[in-house]
Nanobody, 114 residues
């Protein structure tokens, strides 16, 4: 099994930055993808950012140019650097790990408010 521990959420002003972390532990074999989905109040869960085992990254259109996903292979940890945060980025961010099975983190709250 794989366990995910995510952190880094919090309260930030528009234009500010946060860095989310998601550390995977357990039986780490072939990683298909890791990243974050997010769910804003009253909206459906959407893919925010993902990174494949080969290092390819993709982002939701709404965050392109502002968010950067990266991975530390030695720590089995993925990071999401979120810059120039906007009010509409407010959501619960759920880390995911995809291999032969899919795993989900507990979720971390990101609140952008003035």
């Amino acid at each position: 099994q794989v366990q995910l521990a995510e952190s880094g959420g919090g309260l930030v002003q528009p234009g500010g930055s946060l860095r989310l972390s998601c550390a995977a532990s357990g039986n780490i074999f072939s990683i298909y993808a890791m990243g974050w989905y997010r769910q804003a109040p009253g909206k459906e869960r959407e893919l925010c950012a993902g990174i494949t085992g080969g290092g390819g990254a993709n982002y939701a259109d709404a965050v392109k140019g502002r968010f950067t996903i990266s991975i530390d292979n030695a720590k089995n940890t993925v990071y999401l650097q979120m810059n120039n945060l906007k009010l509409e980025d407010t959501a619960v961010y759920y880390c995911f790990y995809s291999a032969t099975e899919d795993y989900w983190g507990q979720g971390t709250q990101v609140t952008v408010t003035s």
